[in-house]
Structures are given as structure tokens and as C-alpha cells.
């Protein structure tokens, strides 16, 4: 009897899928965009619920975590707040990876999501079948992984680490002879690599959104705003972080627009963040970095598609539904998140130290 060839698709293969279906299903702005947000605020209030959101959902979602008692944040902060908070049940705007760790943080806890399609390419890009693979092959190095990957890769992993923290507990780990296999953004890992001096073996990931700027563009870019500094998260690649004036996470990148003295920033991350930065710099004119121009295959425009799944819509949808519905809610096998949690405790040990 012959045997039929099975053909898994690549990492990268999947990712294409996700972004086509998510491109699929453009963002358009409700007609009835102050009533959705009376309503979520009336079923916040009903349920006891929290919202937290990503810097890189829409202005209307940050808006409405921060007027509700929520916060703004990266995914780590995000996590945090909701451990934190009184409320037990958590509503994560954001991508799914950012949902499953708020779970680990809380177990106790409800948390849902607006939409559980909303995920991650770094996330699908490393599956952790493969991914455990590619461990066991290399079993003298000490894994670290980023933030942006599922539960199950963090469980596999002996460090977790966010883009702010990442060249420290690797210049730690360095000092102390370990030799690190990265993942899964490949352009995080270099930077890490080049200012560290570590041997760092990289997985082949990336970010969709931070992958398509151009240097060219900022190039050309600059010579229109001469007096316009660079802020560039380091997810996307060397030609670009060799430009920027400032180089860092979500948060230090808001932070920078409030550091330096310049009147004006080209801005090469998700433009979602200018909801932030333009509250935390009011005067200061901001630019979103170009991601077309020879080479460009972005079709996201500097705007995570999967984050844009985070709507008012089905925001209002869930917060209508809790309590009746488990629709949307974010599970984590036990096992798993206790796995998961000894890698995120250490690089929370590693902060507090």
C-alpha cells in the first residue's frame, strides 16, 4: 500500500494565510461609534469588568481603557495591570499571545478578548512543534524567547524576554558563558546580538509590520524634515535601526518623544502608538516611517491587521455576552501556564533585581 506525502506548510506559509484572511475583512469606523462606546462602558461597569489595551489598537479602544479604569500598555504591562487590578475578569484588546499571558499572570481569573482570530506573525511564524526541534538540536544553548510567541513556546523556552529588557538579561546571560538560541524575531535578535557581542543562534521570524520599512524612504524622508529625529523599534531591520536616533520597546520609544529636544519624529512602528505619544508630547509633530518604495510587499501600512480585529463592534459584542457566554474567553491548560509561568518569573525576578 503506498503511503500519501504529507506537506505541512512552512511558518511563513501560515503566516501569509492569516494576514489574507485578516486583510480580508478591512476596519471601517461604526456609524454608531458613541453608542457602542456607551454600551461597553455601561457592560464594563455591570460586570466588574477591566479593559487593557495594546499601544497598538485603535484610538477609540485606548481611549476607552484609560477612561474606564484600565490602562494603555505593552504586553507585558498589560498582564501586570490585570494581575493587579481588583476586577476578576480581564478583557485583553490586543493579539492573543497578549491574552494567554495575562492568563499565566492571573489564573484565577476570567480573561476574554474581543476576538480570539486576532493573533501575531512572530507568534505563527513559530510553531512549537518545530520550534521544539529546533531546541533539541541545539540542547547546549540556553533558550530565550520574546514575548510575542505562544504560551506553548514560552513553555519550552528557560527565558522570556520583552523588547526593553531583552539586551540585559542577554549581556547577563552572556557574562555568565551561556550560549543563546533566539526567537522568534529575527531583526530583535541580531540588534541583541550586535550590542551584546553574545553567540546568539537566531530563529527565522518576523514581524509583518516592522519588517517593511524602508531605509530608503526614512532616507528620503529626512531630507523633507532635516530637524526630525528617528525612533525605530528594534523589530525591524538593520538598515533601518542604523538610522534612527532612538531605538527601543513601546513604551521607550513614547518616552523618547518627551526626551529629545526635536520638534519632529519619523516613527518606524505601528502607527497606533501615536494615540500615546501625541498625548505625552502634545507640541511635537509626528510621522509615520514609509514602508513602500522598491522592494515593498507591506499591505498593512504600518497597522498590525490582527490588532485591528480589536473593534468597538465586537468589543460591545463580548461585554454584552459575559457572564451568559464563554465566548472569547482566553484558556490556558494549566500545566502548561505553570511551565510557561517559571521563564516569565524569571525575567520578572531579573527586573526587580
Request: glycine share 6%; with cysteine; aromatic share 6%.
Amino acid at each position: 500500500m503506498s503511503r500519501e506525502t504529507v506537506h505541512k506548510p512552512t511558518p511563513q506559509q501560515v503566516v501569509k494565510s492569516y494576514l489574507d484572511d485578516a486583510l480580508s475583512h478591512p476596519h471601517q469606523k461604526p456609524a454608531n461609534t458613541d453608542q457602542l462606546i456607551a454600551n461597553i462602558r455601561e457592560g464594563l461597569e455591570q460586570n466588574q469588568a477591566v479593559l487593557v489595551a495594546h499601544y497598538y489598537t485603535s484610538p477609540d479602544i485606548q481611549a476607552l481603557a484609560e477612561a474606564t479604569g484600565g490602562c494603555v500598555a505593552d504586553s507585558l504591562e498589560m498582564a501586570r495591570f490585570g494581575k493587579n487590578h481588583p476586577a476578576k475578569t480581564l478583557i485583553v484588546a490586543g493579539v492573543k499571545f497578549m491574552g494567554e499571558t495575562a492568563k499565566i499572570l492571573s489564573p484565577e481569573k476570567r480573561v476574554y478578548m474581543p476576538t480570539l482570530e486576532a493573533t501575531c506573525s512572530l507568534d505563527l511564524g513559530c510553531p512549537v512543534e518545530e520550534f521544539s526541534d529546533f531546541c533539541d538540536q541545539h540542547s547546549d544553548r540556553t533558550v530565550v524567547v520574546y514575548a510575542n510567541t505562544s504560551a506553548a513556546v514560552k513553555a519550552r523556552a528557560d527565558w522570556v524576554v520583552t523588547s526593553s529588557i531583552a539586551l540585559d538579561v542577554v549581556d547577563y546571560l552572556d557574562r555568565r558563558g551561556e550560549k543563546i538560541l533566539w526567537a522568534p524575531d529575527k531583526y530583535l535578535g541580531s540588534y541583541v546580538q550586535e550590542k551584546t557581542g553574545a553567540d546568539v543562534l537566531l530563529w527565522d521570524g518576523s514581524c509583518i509590520v516592522h519588517e517593511e520599512f524602508k531605509a530608503r524612504g526614512i532616507e528620503d524622508l529626512k531630507k523633507l524634515h532635516p530637524e526630525a529625529a528617528v525612533l525605530v523599534h528594534p523589530e525591524s531591520p538593520k538598515p533601518v535601526v542604523d538610522l534612527a536616533d532612538a531605538v527601543g520597546s513601546t513604551s521607550q520609544l513614547i518616552a523618547a518623544t518627551q526626551q529629545l529636544p526635536n520638534p519632529s519624529f519619523i516613527v518606524a512602528t505601528d502607527q497606533g502608538i501615536f494615540y500615546k505619544m501625541q498625548q505625552v508630547s502634545p507640541d511635537k509633530t509626528l510621522i509615520i516611517a514609509p514602508t513602500g518604495g522598491s522592494g515593498a510587499t507591506c499591505r498593512s501600512c504600518a497597522n498590525c491587521p490582527w490588532m485591528a480585529m480589536n473593534e468597538l463592534d465586537n468589543l460591545c459584542r463580548l461585554v454584552s455576552s459575559l457572564g451568559s457566554s464563554s465566548a472569547c474567553e482566553v484558556l490556558v491548560d494549566q500545566q502548561l501556564a505553570a511551565e510557561a509561568m517559571l521563564p516569565l518569573q524569571r525575567m520578572l525576578d531579573f527586573q526587580k533585581a
